[in-house]
């Protein structure tokens, strides 16, 4: 039902686009003609199978809302073409490949997953199509010289680098890893252990995913016999959840901290009293008196009266940052767009004071850290 649904919706699909899905022909979608003048920006990611995109789309749709108010891109409104990869790989592959054959295509916000992003953005590449993702995480993606590849999300090197430093300001001196047998969490967990041995952090053990009770019960035995004092999951809700509470039920007061994977809204309700201890990295303190974010959480309430979360954040900083090197480009071509974002320095962001680097890399987040106390996120000061 639920995969009848998100075909429907495709039909459906947009601000002020259309896409279709062919299981035959693949993806199909018909800018020359469905789309005037306007600036055509696709909007990629794992769209409707996933309960965090709903606030990320809004975060977008209200960033295209707002620029469209104040006269768009050079008089020029932008109208977002949303298709869902699905987080399958052959499926971003074909989305990519349908993209870039439009000519009216200005750039693609998108995709979510590493293992997605990392194929489709060689094909952007090839084809000269700007693509900034908001979400994929895996260091390689800005690590192959590419012209018009760019991510505004810390990478898995510099949040894992980040937590293993902040394990050490708890002192904390020997970690187990929980890692997903995935490239984010294999590629989370090495980073977490380059850092840590720099700085005097010893990685005990590393473990992925339990195959059986017993299984769970024999690494349970070896951590307790390696004296570990805390643990790093890299891993992303809900799978993440279900390992955080067995480990909880034979060692309820372990430190425990994650990362992006565990940032998720229902982290809480999920986890219940297992949640309790939780330190998690994230880029959002609705608290943060950064005037750009106090805006952003009054606007997103007013339209949607709702409270954003940080996949709102995300989608929202990534459209305004586009459209400021879009209305900075000589001509509203990839490589004008990609020149403007790369000239972007010390930009007023939600999430800090950015910079676009050469490789493609967004800097200047702040990475935040947050804990579960008494049933609630307590947001930690900036160390």
């Known amino acids: 039902m639920k995969k009848i649904m998100a075909i429907f919706l495709m039909l459906l699909i947009g601000i002020s686009g259309c896409g279709t899905r062919d299981n035959n022909a693949g993806v199909k979608v018909d800018l020359e003609s469905k789309f005037d003048d306007s600036i055509i920006v696709g909007v990629v990611g794992t769209m409707w199978i996933m309960e965090d995109a709903s606030k990320y789309l809004d975060g977008v749709r209200l960033a295209v809302e707002e620029i469209n108010a104040d006269g768009g891109i050079n008089n020029r409104d932008i109208k977002t073409l949303?298709?869902?990869?699905?987080?399958?790989?052959?499926?971003?592959?074909?989305?990519?490949?349908?993209?870039?054959?439009?000519?009216?295509?200005?750039?693609?916000?998108?995709?979510?997953?590493?293992?997605?992003?990392?194929?489709?953005?060689?094909?952007?590449?090839?084809?000269?199509?700007?693509?900034?993702?908001?979400?994929?995480?895996?260091?390689?993606?800005?690590?192959?010289?590419?012209k018009y590849i760019f991510r505004n999300v810390p990478s898995d090197e510099i949040m894992g680098g980040e937590m293993a430093a902040f394990a050490s300001k708890q002192g904390l001196k020997r970690i187990a890893i929980y890692y997903s047998d995935t490239d984010y969490g294999r590629g989370l967990a090495n980073s977490f252990e380059k850092v840590a041995q720099s700085i005097d952090v010893k990685v005990v053990d590393r473990t992925t995913c339990f195959l059986n009770d017993d299984d769970f019960e024999r690494t349970m035995e070896r951590w307790k016999a390696f004296d570990f004092d805390g643990v790093f999951i890299a891993d992303c809700m809900p799978d993440a959840g279900g390992a955080i509470k067995r480990i909880k039920e034979v060692y309820p007061d372990i430190p425990i901290m994650g990362t992006d994977g565990l940032d998720s809204p229902d982290f809480i309700s999920v986890l219940g009293d297992a949640a309790e201890g939780i330190f998690i990295a994230t880029l959002l303190d609705p608290d943060d008196d950064n005037p750009e974010l106090v805006q952003f959480i009054n606007n997103f309430?007013?339209?949607?009266?709702?409270?954003?979360?940080?996949?709102?954040?995300?989608?929202?900083?990534?459209?305004?940052?586009?459209?400021?090197?879009?209305?900075?480009?000589?001509?509203?071509?990839?490589?004008?767009?990609?020149?403007?974002?790369?000239?972007?320095?010390?930009?007023?962001?939600?999430?800090?004071?950015?910079?676009?680097?050469?490789n493609g890399d967004v800097t200047g987040k702040i990475i935040r850290k947050k804990v579960v106390r008494d049933g609630k996120f307590k947001y930690m000061p900036i160390s």
């Open 82 to 146: 949303e298709l869902d990869d699905q987080g399958q790989t052959m499926e971003g592959i074909k989305i990519a490949q349908e993209l870039v054959k439009n000519s009216k295509l200005r750039a693609v916000i998108g995709h979510w997953d590493s293992h997605v992003t990392l194929p489709a953005a060689s094909i952007y590449e090839n084809a000269g199509v700007l693509m900034m993702t908001a979400m994929a995480t895996t260091p390689e993606l800005t690590q192959n010289g590419y």
């Open 301 to 358: 309430r007013k339209r949607y009266n709702d409270e954003p979360d940080v996949y709102a954040v995300q989608g929202y900083e990534t459209v305004k940052l586009l459209s400021t090197a879009m209305k900075a480009a000589e001509k509203p071509t990839s490589a004008q767009i990609a020149k403007a974002l790369r000239a972007i320095k010390q930009w007023p962001g939600l999430t800090g004071t950015l910079t676009v680097e050469e």
